[in-house]
């Protein structure tokens, strides 16, 4: 017997039963109604500001104008151009997140000492805003690029770290002993027992770090770059083409949807129940 299938015996997938056809188009109907309700909404607010003369310079605002800009900036190219920079920066701040986050959980779920020291200190920085460190960020990073990865990985390391440390903590200690009878070297109880137990923490951590580093990538962008979401809604703002400030929140949205559905996914293939 293996040691994976030996600290695992008893536990199993958890395979949900099969879903009906109903069952199937009844979240999409409801996902489209949503969407309905969302966009009559918008469609309303844009009707009220194009007809009062005091506001009707910001009309562009409505969804007309900004779908149109949208389908403008694909079919010109200009979108992906625009959207590139952003993911890259995300990339590279939440790799960095995850690098520190994860370790850094594992230690303080797996080690009293560790999780005593850490508390109060990372609760502290913990709730300090990631764009507080901006000015920091400029001062020590040689370019606008790298200032941006830090912010964001501020922002998404916290959510890794502490996700991490819970999925540790609910690993079985029964588990453990197994492994070490079995005589299983540390890397060998951390790659078959500790990271696929906390593998639905880990990715549920990520996935909120993901959201919030999503959030402060615009006011981010705000910096010195000339690339990128958080310019595009500046340059638009600065520019008075509120049309296609609309359409690059629509993108910002769509985006960070499309991501946080990549995390949902992983989570649910990656979420599993113990039995007895």
Request: some cysteine; hydrophobic content about 55%; glycine content about 10%.
């Amino acid at each position: 017997m293996t040691l994976a299938a030996a600290v695992t015996r008893g536990g199993r997938k958890a395979l949900p039963p099969p879903l009906s056809l109903r069952g199937q188009l009844l979240p999409l109907g409801n996902a489209a109604l949503g969407i309905g309700l969302l966009l009559a909404l918008w469609w309303l607010g844009g009707w009220v500001i194009a007809s009062n003369p005091a506001t009707a310079n910001f009309a562009g605002f409505a969804p007309g104008p900004a779908f149109a800009q949208l389908w403008r900036l694909v079919a010109g190219g200009d979108l992906w151009s625009t959207m590139l920079p952003s993911l890259g920066r995300i990339g590279g701040g939440m790799a960095w997140a995850i690098l520190l986050g994860v370790p850094l959980g594992i230690a303080i779920g797996r080690i009293p000492a560790v999780r005593n020291l850490t508390h109060v200190p990372f609760q502290f920085l913990r709730m300090i805003s990631p764009l507080s460190w901006m000015p920091i960020a400029v001062l020590s990073f040689a370019s606008w690029d790298a200032a941006i990865v830090f912010l964001i990985a501020a922002a998404a390391v916290w959510p890794v770290t502490f996700a991490t440390a819970n999925g540790i903590r609910k690993i079985d200690p029964a588990w453990f002993k197994v492994a070490r009878n079995l005589g299983a070297r540390s890397w060998q109880m951390l790659a078959q027992i500790i990271l696929p137990a906390a593998a639905q923490d880990v990715l549920t951590g990520i996935r909120l770090a993901l959201g919030t580093a999503w959030v402060v990538l615009v006011p981010a962008e705000y910096l010195g770059v000339t690339s990128g979401l958080g310019y595009a809604i500046n340059d638009a703002r600065d520019t008075l083409e509120y049309d296609r400030l609309a359409a690059i929140v629509v993108v910002i949205g769509a985006v960070g949807f499309l991501l946080d559905w990549i995390c949902l996914t992983l989570i649910k293939r990656y979420s599993w129940t113990r039995e007895g």
